[in-house]
């Protein structure tokens, strides 16, 4: 399995500020993927983060809003930009293991409220 | 386009009755598919991973199964702790590493 830590857990921020969400691993992964959960839906994936390169992001999703950092092995970051009441949401880090058995393992999220 | 749907939305169970929540699929190639568990302000605990027709799993009172359309996740005895949001994900073919995820069923097991 994998521990994966997120940073803040939640937050409450002001309209048009911007929320750097933060993602440790406890071992090496090739892809990271960011993920969004609004009130009462289920999840739906932003973006994927492969070191090394730029993200990949699902429609509707763009590098602008939600600008990925992947410096290592192990850590990514996430930015919500320029916030809207709107981006009120969970977001969750999540990686994939396979050894075999693919296994893809989330973080605790990060609760962001926009006011 | 990937699709999943769950069903039911929400299931109330009495401690000890068991069933089961339904989870079916359209894909153009099924790589896997993945059952979680979340609790409520928690991110999703991964339960299973199902790869081919046919296939079962168990953990517990849980055991889940695959068919080419659908899945099964069947609850045994269920145990009030057992109560949470059962997400059902597939894992394309062609999507790389992308899940698609349902909207989940809400379990609710009563003492």
């Known amino acids: 399995s994998a521990v994966i830590s997120q940073k803040p857990s939640r937050d409450i921020c002001q309209r048009g500020t911007s929320l750097t969400i933060q993602c440790q691993v406890d071992?090496?992964?090739?892809?990271m993927f960011w993920y969004r959960q609004q009130p009462g839906q289920s999840l739906t994936l932003i973006a994927t983060?492969?070191?090394?390169?730029?993200?990949?992001?699902e429609s509707g999703f763009v590098i602008d809003k939600f600008p990925i950092s992947r410096p290592n092995l192990t850590f990514s970051t996430l930015t919500v930009s320029n916030m809207s009441p709107e981006d009120s949401s969970i977001y969750l880090c999540?990686?994939?293991?396979?050894?075999?058995?693919?296994?893809?393992?989330f973080g605790q999220g990060t609760r962001l409220t926009v006011v | 386009e990937d699709q999943v749907t769950q069903s039911p939305e929400a299931l109330r169970l009495q401690e000890g009755e068991s069933s089961s929540l339904n989870c079916s699929y359209t894909?153009?190639?099924?790589?896997?598919l993945f059952w979680y568990r979340q609790d409520p302000g928690k991110g999703p605990e991964f339960l299973f991973t199902?790869?081919?027709a046919g296939e079962e799993k168990e953990k517990e009172r849980l055991k889940a199964t695959l068919t080419k359309k659908e899945s099964f996740l069947h609850i045994t005895a269920p145990k009030p702790e057992d109560s949470a949001t059962y997400l059902c994900?597939?894992?394309?073919?062609?999507?790389?590493?992308?899940?698609?995820f349902g909207e989940g069923t809400q379990l609710t097991v009563n003492p």
């Open positions: 999540s990686v994939d293991l396979q050894h075999g058995d693919t296994e893809a393992f």
């Open positions: 071992s090496q992964v090739t892809m």
């Open positions: 983060a492969n070191q090394g390169s730029e993200a990949t992001y």
């Open positions: 894909v153009s190639g099924l790589r896997g």
């Open positions: 199902l790869y081919s």
């Open positions: 994900a597939v894992q394309a073919d062609t999507s790389g590493s992308r899940l698609t």
